[in-house]
């Protein structure tokens, strides 16, 4: 029990901090409301901890023997981050409120995991951390899944409300298109360290 709440901590602190997931759903909380975000919250909170319990029962092992797979999904990942940084940064007023722009959908969020450099920090992490040699591994693992799903719906959500309330102070298309463009900076620069450890790997030996 003092493992689980000591998972609970990790798992909270981790999931409330700056990252991709919590950038992307107070942006969507801006342009399109908290109705509209809904899925694309759902599709966080459900679609990570359900990485954590692939990844903790074994897909991390597929990366381990084919480590240039786990190279090539995160080569794409950060591609897809760089293309979410310039629609969050290009985003016009006039688009979203004539519906040319849509908020993400559940299984787009979901799927986002994946290729969310953050979200495998927190799930390798979680498992190094938290699972032992002594201990019954799938109990543990499922532990580690119950946190980060008790711990997603608040964590994620404060990000959504914090963005819906900006969108009330944010009322002219002017100041709505600097939280745009500061929201897509914000995202590229979580993506620079990827960028660093790519370009390391591919070309320190060259």
Known sequence: MEIFWAVLFFAFSTTITPGPNNVMIMSSGVNYGIKASLPHWLGICLGFPLMVLVVGLGFGVVFDRYPHLHQLIKVLGTAYLLYLAYKIASAKPEHIATGKSKALTFWQAA?????????????????????????????????ITLAFLLVAFPCVGIWLLFGAVLK???????????????????????????????????FSAV
């Open 111 to 143: 799927l986002f995991q994946w290729v969310n450099g953050k979200a495998w920090v927190m799930a390798s992490g979680a498992m190094a951390a938290f699972t032992t040699v002594a201990g019954v591994y799938w109990l543990e693992v499922s532990a």
């Open 168 to 202: 009330k102070v944010l009322n002219n298309a002017v100041a709505q298109r600097i939280f745009n463009l500061l929201m897509g900076l914000i995202l590229l620069l979580s993506v620079v360290p990827v960028l660093l450890e790519l370009w390391h790997y591919y």
